[in-house]
């Protein structure tokens, strides 16, 4: 465990404290497909240990997390907090990459700054102050992306993998991710990303392979100006999953309700009777939870479990909820609800409960199949009490 150090004068925008360090070395995660890479840079000041944390997103934001070792003790909680849930590997990468990356998530957020509040066009400034610092005590070498995208992509292991992320990198406006999973050129690319004028997410994606290197994919986009149904024809080169043509025969503007048919799945959940005061009841005393956040929502508060990589993404079914192991639900009303997609995590999950330090505070009160999402329903209820909402006749 390094130890942590506050550097007086701090990360001011007069005081440059990066002239007097030198940089050891950076852990990213391996995501940059997926969007968004966490950095963890470890740098020496007179003998001392200075970390710096960020959280950078390339669909709009830039840099949308930053924590230092001057501003917070818990640095390593921080770290599992904003790297936990992108489900990726932590990778060594060189200075110039990191300039890079962040350089490179700025022009994206500037792109879209227009859109942002003020206190968090405010943060974006602040974190350019940062960088500004950071490039000066360099040597002023900053990577294109030839070097950083090879060491924060995670290598493509089928092509259902290479289309995800293609669909996903060309709906976020990312020309140079989805360079990098493509063979096409600058014209190409760019009238294929003109194609899919405003960004979205791709929700799920249903691949059918027609041939060893044509496939055909039906796609549920959800954009700002609502949810779009996607016919694509995608051809591959199978020796490297390089996207060597792409074309959309039929795109449609659905309502939400057909959007909900389309990605529908089903949901598992156990119910748990909390026994003792909700002010003591602590949820990190089970082995999934590493460090508690708590999403507030209208009849409780929400702990959702990421699984530790991104193999969904490879599926030719995909979901973009894929990542997500499970979750607590802890409500208002006193109750602990478990909810998982999957038979395996749900069980597991329950096991751990009731082998753990919180067995004597639950109660086991029953178990629920649905066929379809009600969990997200449930927590937008109001009434925080899960028995009373499945069991009303309009329900």
Known sequence: MVELKILKGGLSKEVNIFLNMEFISCKATDTR???????????????????????????????????????????????????????????????PEVLGLISHSQRVNRRHRKKHSDDLVDFQLFTESIYKHMLEASDGIVDDGKKFMGSTCTKISNSFEAINYFIMRIYDDDFCAANHLSTFNCDKLSEIILLC????????????????NEYNCKSLILTDYGYYYLDLSINIDPANNKIIGYNNNHKQKISEVEAAFYTKQR???????????LSEFDLEKSKFVEVLDYKNKDTGFLHIIYNKNNDHVSSNNYFMNGDIYGVFFVTKSS???????????????EDDLLSSPLMDDLKLV????????????????????FENFIYDGDE
């Not at 997390?65 to 501003?71: E, L, Q």
């Not at 109750?335 to 999950?349: G, P, V, Y």
């Not at 029953?366 to 009490?385: A, P």
């Open 335 to 349: 109750q602990l609800l478990l909810m998982s997609n999957h038979t395996i995590n749900i069980s597991r999950m």
């Open 366 to 385: 029953d178990r629920y199949q649905f066929e379809h999402q009600i969990l997200e329903s449930f927590m937008n209820n109001y009434d925080s009490d």
């Open 197 to 212: 004028r405003g960004s979205g997410s791709l929700i799920r994606n249903k691949i059918h392979e027609k041939s060893d």
């Open 33 to 95: 497909l997926m969007g968004v890479v966490a950095l963890k840079l470890l740098w020496n000041y007179k003998g001392n240990d200075f970390l710096q944390l960020f959280h950078i997103d390339f669909s709009e934001y830039g840099v949308d997390g930053y924590y230092d070792s001057g501003t917070t003790d818990d640095i390593e909680s921080n770290w599992i907090h904003m790297s936990g849930g992108l489900g990726g590997n932590e990778v060594s990468i060189t200075f």
């Open 267 to 277: 949901e598992y959940i156990t119910m748990f009777k909390i026994k003792s005061p």
